[in-house]
């Protein structure tokens, strides 16, 4: 894929700290850490978005994510939980369109996170939240 960071990384084109590779998957460390040890974990053929990649790999992305949680928490650096973090799609935040998931180490008061906040919408009704269920049950293709 032309002017993808990532392809360019797995094609050995961009420099990256590899902390993982296989014919799969490839994890190396964030350019922009949240924090010490904020790995990246990619497949080893482009895809923009998770709809775009078959279900064994999606699925296999994050069995590597918890692999290298896993190291984290054994590790040398902070690490007393794990954010794991994909976003698929330019309004959920996604930058590069290349999928990946975050695997960002955590510790009390880092100043990182997301933050819900009660209040902004008014609380669901299990009335509201079994319609909407309904009409995501209706479009699953299992």
Request: hydrophobic share 40%.
């Amino acid at each position: 894929m032309s002017n993808c960071v990532f392809c360019d990384i797995l094609n050995g084109q961009a420099e990256a700290s590899i902390v993982y590779r296989d014919d799969v998957s490839c994890a190396f460390l964030d350019l922009f850490p949240a924090n010490p040890g904020h790995v990246l974990v990619i497949p080893a053929q482009h895809a923009a978005y998770m709809r775009d990649l078959p279900e064994e790999t999606g699925g296999y992305l994050f069995r590597i994510g918890m692999l290298i949680a896993q190291a984290l928490h054994e590790s040398e650096f902070k690490c007393e939980g794990i954010n794991y973090h994909l976003a698929d799609g330019a309004a959920a935040g996604q930058e590069i369109f290349h999928v990946h998931l975050h695997i960002i180490p955590r510790v009390q008061g880092d100043g990182f996170g997301f933050k819900f906040a009660r209040g902004r919408t008014p609380e669901s009704t299990r009335s509201d939240l079994d319609s909407v269920a309904e009409k995501i049950r209706a479009m699953l293709k299992r």
